[in-house]
């Protein structure tokens, strides 16, 4: 049996994952904020997210790679033009992710913080 902390990662991930093919990139930041507004300070709770942000951009990837997207072509022609390899090129979409969820759920855990004392 699946552990509930697994169980909800895995749900995360795929929520950002539909997040993101129907809402583009910037669903990620909405989705980041949203989430570290509900949580508390402190239980790591954007790392967390980043994490699973960034597994999520990878799984896309590699589904869209199994698709037939000639993702590893668009790597090595962006990639020659950064002077990168392919495969380098193609880690920079899902750190993104991670650093970009990241942030935003921290934002949102202040925020959210914040809120609840000022309300209490």
Do not use: H, Y
């Not at 749900?11 to 093919?21: E, K, N, P, Q, R």
């Amino acid at each position: 049996m699946i552990g509930k902390q697994l169980r909800g990662a895995l749900t995360v991930i795929a929520a950002i994952a539909l997040a993101t093919v129907f809402g583009g990139w910037w669903a990620l930041p909405v989705v980041g904020f949203a989430s570290g507004l509900g949580s508390p300070k402190g239980v790591r709770q954007a790392l967390v997210l980043g994490v699973c942000a960034g597994t999520a951009w990878m799984i896309v990837l590699a589904v869209q790679a199994g698709a037939g997207v000639a993702v590893g072509d668009v790597a090595s022609k962006i990639g020659a033009l950064f002077t990168l390899p392919a495969p380098l090129f193609l880690l920079l979409p899902p750190l993104f992710a991670v650093g970009l969820a990241w942030s935003c759920a921290a934002l949102g855990e202040e925020v959210g913080a914040r809120l609840r004392r000022d309300n209490a």
